[in-house]
């Protein structure tokens, strides 16, 4: 897969599933028919969401298809230029089957939910893609911060394991260990690391973003 940029060429992976034709159901392949119908819905082409991003066209046409898994990293910023956000995205990209149980409950089992690598570690959404809020795992050993994440909606973060630094932009730096627990507005720019290099895993819920189609 040709580079698409310096800071996410190493996450983003190819799909475990090289046909997206005989694999519809996919997440890669569900992730990727979700983006595009959002790049659509802007009226953007691929070249044109391609620089928005700063990644490779050959990358995102890719990724539409269902031959590439991006980054959390790449996610956001693809989310950005789509007026949406990561874990909107793979809200949508959920399998099907999470929401048939439909009101009052849905159920996502331990090797369910969508899965995409984050800096270090992996991220999992813990949610159908009808639910108003969406919980995520995360699971990181960075010791490096990454590319700052930004979305309009509220987020709370919980720490279970290990210890971190956060760094909220202008606004403040903190360290949180296991039982801290973390709340910020929407817009706030936020990003995270291990402080002692040992890994850390974390709960971030944000709220779900209003449907746009």
Do not use: C
């Amino acid at each position: 897969m040709p580079e698409h940029s310096a800071a996410t060429r190493q996450t983003d992976l190819p799909a475990a599933v090289p046909d997206p034709d005989h694999h519809t159901g996919s997440q890669e392949a569900r992730l990727g028919r979700q983006i595009r119908h959002l790049r659509h819905q802007h009226g953007l082409t691929l070249v044109a969401l391609a620089r928005m991003t700063s990644l490779s066209h050959p990358f995102l046409s890719q990724l539409e298809r269902g031959l590439a898994r991006p980054s959390m990293t790449s996610l956001g910023r693809i989310a950005q230029a789509l007026h949406s956000s990561q874990s909107e995205l793979m809200a949508r990209a959920t399998d099907e089957a999470l929401d048939r149980i439909g009101p009052p409950f849905t159920v996502v089992r331990a090797d369910e939910g969508t899965v995409l690598p984050a800096p270090g570690g992996s991220a999992r959404l813990l949610v159908g893609s009808a639910a108003r809020f969406h919980p995520m795992v995360y699971l990181g050993s960075n010791t490096e911060f990454e590319e700052y994440y930004q979305h309009p909606e509220d987020e709370f973060v919980h720490i279970i394991e290990g210890s971190i630094e956060v760094d909220l932009g202008e606004r403040e730096h903190l360290e949180l260990t296991v039982g801290d627990s973390l709340y910020y507005g929407g817009g706030t720019p936020h990003r995270w690391r291990t402080i002692d290099g040992a890994g850390y895993r974390l709960l971030a819920v944000k709220e779900a973003s209003s449907p746009t189609g």
